[in-house]
């Protein structure tokens, strides 16, 4: 009897997940980063269901080649009401750009994608460098300490000064002439001071 029940219960999920594979069963699908870590949350709209969730990753530039990551097994979904679920991805690849899709029994999601940047203390990525119209100069600052930056020229004068609390300095081509400068990056809360150069171009 127990069998037959089962054999029952997994025919009705895959008529199911056959029956929606024309149209999206996930009600939202979205990804965070927090503290290197990729933090996965998605929703399946309320009735519909499927036979389990698979998870997969892939560092390419193309965002193809995925590899699975996480198999999460049985009955995913409910007849009645949304179902949320969240996966924390511990390892992406640091220092590219990570993408993730979803496969709900047929069903794909689509594809999103996160730049994973790992700095470490006391250092800093500078990117694209040389500065041409703008890029982005990144640290660790995972407390959200004040930071201020100073920028010098070849006589040591300040030409440009910037603070912020979060993890980076926007630098535009326009801030400066055209030449390769000297900066600093100073920790207000521990008094600790990274120092740098970069190129900026017209």
Request: charge should be negative.
């Amino acid at each position: 009897m127990k069998s037959h029940k089962k054999q029952i219960l997994t025919l009705f999920i895959s008529m199911t997940c056959g029956l929606l594979s024309s149209q999206s069963i996930l009600d939202d699908f979205a990804i965070d980063l927090n503290q290197g870590k990729v933090l996965l949350a998605w929703t399946i709209k309320s009735g519909n269901v499927c036979n389990g969730i698979q998870i997969y990753r892939s560092s390419n530039e193309d965002s193809i080649n995925f590899e699975l990551i996480e198999d999460i097994q049985g009955v995913c979904g409910d007849l009645i009401s949304a179902v949320a679920y969240t996966y924390t991805d511990e390892t992406p690849t640091p220092n590219k750009v990570n993408y993730y899709k979803l496969l709900l029994g047929q069903e794909f999601s689509d594809v999103l994608g996160i730049e994973v940047l790992f700095i470490p203390s006391r250092s800093y990525m500078l990117k694209p460098h040389p500065v041409r119209n703008s890029s982005a100069l990144y640290f660790n600052n995972s407390n959200n300490h004040n930071f201020e930056l100073k920028i010098f020229d070849d006589f040591g004068s300040i030409v440009y000064l910037h603070e912020t609390n979060s993890n980076r300095f926007i630098l535009d081509s326009t801030m400066v002439a055209s030449g390769l400068y000297y900066f600093t990056l100073e920790n207000k809360s521990e008094k600790s001071i990274i120092n740098g150069k970069a190129l900026f171009v017209d």
